[in-house]
């Protein structure tokens, strides 16, 4: 009788607590919604849902739909949600003129996506247009490119991509290009080319944000040292934490510090979890057919918001509470994520997490949305300054 007393009396004591936390947690995404740096929500209803934006319903429930997705707009509502960037990604095996008529599919689905909820998305380009759209309830729509492989080569393809919302392009994805080197490519450039550093010239001129997920540490570093304005990293973890070449080493996060980016933390398990990534490393070789049975012999790691928690606690140590974000990657992972965080709604575990480590709401704002808000308006502020000093548009080159 006494034992179970004392476990009823903790139960109680609990659930008011529980309570307070959802209230906090409910009350600050009210007042600090997510700007989220990378979803692939375009690629997959263009290649899984044969581009369908009109016949596919996002209001929700799209976990349900064959295949299922990991965004609707229910659970970008849930998971607070003020601005969402659109990854406009293709392929590395698109080339040429191909690679930029499939990544203008990809923009076109992107604006579609706005004009079929018009009440839940708008379509952004700028800071002040963000912050208005997120205070007027709706969420912030804007794009980035995934690659540079996709402006093939042209000055002029990365300009009008800026004119049809685009407002950050990865300088590569998984594959180097002529004038960068990938993270998960054998390195070739080491650094920038003479065109690699006029296409970072050109971003900084016309006000689109540098991104370095999926570059090179040597590529980055170069970036770093010539951009004049600050840098996001859109979907990346730390490399001290768990050591894979997509993730961000000390060395870069400090110098990403110093330039004023932001990091912007990754929820796929691989990039999250060292056990995880060794797992699936285990795994891949796995025909697909034999893989239901190899899962039940091998069940993955858990991987839990706990664990992304420690990726931002650590950027958080090393470049400061000023240069961590929050970038899910959710439809570009497979249908996977942490416990509780496989679809968009799953940020709400990560700040509930934070919130018992002893983060304040203000730190958690810059988090959510308040350090990349800043980071484009301070591209922002250096594409005027170009502008008012006359400089020109760079030339095509390839």
């Known amino acids: 009788m006494t034992r179970w007393l004392l476990v009823a009396g903790v139960f109680l ?11 906090r947690l409910d009350r600050f995404l009210a007042a600090a919604p997510v700007i989220d740096g990378h979803n692939d929500l375009p690629w997959e209803l263009g290649d899984q849902h044969d ?25 970008l509502r849930a998971g607070g949600y003020g601005g969402q960037f659109w990854s406009v990604w293709i392929p590395t095996d698109f080339s040429g003129p191909a690679a930029v008529v499939r990544t203008l599919e990809q923009i076109d689905i992107v604006r579609r996506m706005a004009a079929r909820y018009p009440r839940d998305l708008t379509l952004v380009g700028t800071a002040a247009e963000l912050d208005a759209a997120r205070k007027g309830g709706r969420i912030g729509s804007l794009m980035g490119v995934e690659g540079g492989h996709q402006i093939d080569g042209s000055l002029a393809v990365l300009r009008q991509y800026y004119a049809l919302g685009v407002r950050y392009m990865t300088l590569t994805h998984s594959k180097n290009v002529a004038w960068a080197d990938s993270a998960t490519d054998a390195p070739a450039v080491r650094g920038l080319t003479d065109f690699g550093r006029e296409v970072i ?24 040292a010539v ?16 050591p894979h070449p997509r993730n961000v080493a000390d060395d870069v996060l400090r110098l990403t510090a110093k330039n004023g980016g932001v990091v912007m933390v990754n929820v796929y398990p691989v990039f999250v979890s060292a056990d995880y990534a060794a797992w699936h490393q285990r795994r891949t070789p796995v025909p697909q057919a034999e893989r239901a049975a190899w899962d039940k012999a091998n069940p993955p790691p858990r991987v839990t918001a706990a664990d992304v928690a420690d990726h931002v606690e650590h950027i958080a140590r090393v470049a400061g509470r000023d240069h961590v974000g929050l970038g899910g990657d959710y439809d570009g992972i497979g249908g996977t994520g942490p416990e509780g965080m496989r679809g ?13 480590r002893g983060w304040s709401d203000g730190d958690l704002a810059k988090l959510a949305g308040g350090n990349v808000l800043r980071v484009l308006q301070a591209v922002e502020a250096v594409a005027a300054q170009s502008a008012a000093a006359g400089a020109p548009n760079r030339a095509v080159a390839r």
């Open 201 to 224: 010239a050109e971003m900084n001129r016309i006000g689109m944000i540098v991104d370095l997920s999926h570059v090179s540490p040597d590529s980055a570093k170069a970036a770093l």
């Open 13 to 23: 004591l609990a659930a008011p607590a529980a309570a307070q936390d959802s209230a």
């Open 51 to 75: 581009g369908r934006v009109e016949g596919v319903d996002l209001s929700a429930g799209a976990d349900r739909l064959d295949p299922p997705l990991q965004t609707d707009i229910a659970r």
């Open 227 to 242: 951009t004049k304005a600050p840098v996001i990293f859109s979907h990346s973890n730390a490399f001290a934490v768990n």
């Open 344 to 356: 968009a709604d799953g940020w709400r575990l990560l700040f509930a997490e934070l919130m018992r």
